[in-house]
């Protein structure tokens, strides 16, 4: 479903990413893994079109999308969960979900989707008409996610959907993932979390300074003294 090939991106003269080259198989869920800085945002803000001047190739579906404006990489069915608190803090939860909705097939769809949403996140259903800054970290994590599916992407990037918040919140965000995933989503995740992204993924891929140092499937990645010894704490 996506390819990404030598894909090389910078910040001004800083480069960021160094021929990073990975693929995502529709219906998967794949992980990049690494720590703070390594560059794991950055490969899904360039997959979404909202890097300046990156340089490789990203294809999605059969078609190039490199250096597509984000709207356009929307309507192809791409959609970026970002990482942190970006919801629109004034006005409702429901008001949150239906700007997802953005694009005229996936407005007429508003209806259905939102009910989908609500019935992943019932407490968004309960707490729809309140405003989006009331609501607790894991709640604003909800919201994002729900927000992301209004869209109806083919693909949905998860950035760093565990940070901040409190165990049980993170187990219950994982596990609308893997319903997602069930349902037939497939799904690009970036974690610091290591342990519960691979317990969740099919494939995972380490990033140190910008470039992919190991692939693997999930389960072998578990099993690597190297990914052992930097990111499981064993």
């Known amino acids: 479903m996506l390819e990404v090939d030598k894909l090389n991106v910078s910040y001004g003269v800083i480069p960021v990413l160094h021929d990073v080259s990975f693929y995502v198989k529709e219906y998967e869920i794949v992980t ?21 001047y990156p340089t490789g190739r990203i294809i999605f579906r059969g078609e190039p999308i490199l250096n597509l404006p984000p709207h356009e990489t929307v309507d192809a069915g791409i959609v970026l969960v970002p990482e942190g608190s970006r919801a629109f803090p004034y006005m409702t939860v429901k008001e949150n979900l239906l700007l997802g909705a953005y694009s005229r097939a996936s407005w007429k769809k508003r209806k ?60 219950e965000v994982y596990e609308t993932l893997a319903k997602l995933r069930d349902a037939g989503l497939t799904i690009l995740l970036t974690e610091q979390n290591a342990l519960r992204a691979l317990q969740l993924a099919n494939r995972g891929y380490i990033l140190q300074d910008g470039r992919v140092v190991i692939e693997d499937t999930a389960v072998n990645l578990m099993k690597n003294n190297l990914v052992k010894k930097a990111y499981l704490g064993r």
Not at 144 to 156: F, Q
């Open 32 to 52: 990049i893994l690494g720590s703070n800085g390594t560059g794991k945002s950055t490969i899904l803000n360039t997959i979404q079109g909202l890097m300046k």
């Open 112 to 171: 259905e989707t939102l009910a989908y949403v609500y019935s992943l996140y019932p407490i968004l259903k309960e707490r729809s008409n309140q405003v989006a800054r009331l609501l607790s970290g894991g709640e604003q994590q909800m919201l994002k996610i729900g927000r992301g599916l209004m869209a109806k992407p083919k693909l949905i990037m998860v950035d760093e959907p565990s940070i901040g918040l409190a165990p049980l919140i993170v187990e």
